[in-house]
């Protein structure tokens, strides 16, 4: 028993030491400025206000669970939910921006149809009740939970890969008598391009290590170092997120010297 608490013990240690820190503080920023935004029902920031939401409840909940762990150490109290909202709840919601930019890009006048809030808010309760449900199995079903996040991880991947390749090829198309992109083409494919950046570098580890398990179940154990990196790269999503939408926004928070350094060449 000893020796499985240590190994808990230093699983999880590098994601409670990074991610929190700096996913807390970023998630209530990008919170804060979306919900006193005027209009944001009206766009596909209603997405981005629910993964920064998720973010931050993983942050909280992911350090609940592991002082509850160090203070009753056990092998149920090492299953930890919090898991969920990054394995499901985030890859799900950047699925959902990913569909809304291919549909805002190849197909507008279908999109304008769909520009509703309702719609959005409804989609956003589905990833809610996935999300719920995908930590009860967490908590209860942790074998079946693995092949569930496996076959979710593995269609978010294709589908964003696929609203990746479609946007590119409409943006290759130019406008009538050659005239340039229309803004808002390109600032579709920077949020679709990116969020398929992060997905693979963030949730393509975990679906390897769930396939590496699925095909030689006695090569790692349950907590392997493997494991430990996997889930810190998985979790550092809640960081990043929260920091391209405030730079996509021009909302990261600089230094005074800097931006005085920024104002003086721009007068210059």
């Known amino acids: 028993m000893k020796i499985l608490f240590l190994e808990i013990l230093y699983c999880y240690l590098?994601?409670?030491?990074?991610?929190?820190?700096?996913?807390?503080?970023?998630?209530?920023?990008?919170?804060?400025?979306?919900?006193?935004?005027?209009?944001?029902?009206?766009?596909?920031?209603?997405?981005?206000?629910?993964?920064?939401?998720?973010?931050?409840?993983?942050?909280?909940?992911?350090?609940?669970?592991?002082?509850?762990?160090?203070?009753?150490?056990?092998?149920?109290?090492?299953?930890?939910?919090?898991?969920?909202?990054?394995?499901?709840?985030?890859?799900?919601?950047?699925?959902?921006?990913?569909?809304?930019?291919?549909?805002?890009?190849?197909?507008?006048?279908?999109?304008?149809?769909?520009?509703?809030?309702?719609?959005?808010?409804s989609m956003c309760f589905v990833v809610n009740v996935v999300t719920a449900l995908s930590c009860l199995l967490m908590k209860y079903s942790r074998p079946l939970r693995w092949k569930v996040i496996m076959v979710l991880l593995c269609c978010v991947i294709a589908i964003i890969s696929t609203c990746s390749v479609l946007i590119l090829r409409s943006l290759r198309q130019t406008g009538p008598g050659g005239k340039e992109l229309h803004p808002m083409k390109r600032r579709a494919f920077k949020i679709v391009l990116t969020s398929f950046v992060l997905v693979i570098v963030h949730y393509s580890p975990s679906f390897c290590e769930y396939l590496l398990r699925a095909s030689l179940p006695s090569l790692l154990g349950p907590y392997s170092a493997l494991t430990s990196v996997t889930y810190t790269v998985l979790s550092l999503s809640s960081v990043a997120q929260p920091l391209y939408y405030l730079k996509r926004t021009k909302k990261l928070p600089c230094r005074r010297g800097s931006a005085a350094e920024t104002k003086t060449v721009t007068t210059a």
């Open 14 to 121: 590098p994601t409670i030491i990074i991610v929190p820190p700096l996913a807390i503080p970023a998630n209530a920023l990008v919170i804060s400025l979306l919900l006193f935004k005027p209009g944001i029902c009206c766009t596909s920031e209603i997405f981005t206000l629910q993964l920064a939401i998720f973010d931050l409840f993983f942050c909280f909940i992911i350090l609940s669970e592991y002082i509850r762990f160090l203070w009753l150490p056990s092998v149920e109290s090492a299953n930890f939910v919090a898991w969920s909202l990054s394995q499901a709840g985030g890859p799900l919601l950047l699925c959902l921006l990913s569909l809304d930019s291919y549909i805002a890009v190849c197909h507008p006048l279908v999109f304008l149809r769909l520009k509703v809030p309702r719609l959005r808010l």
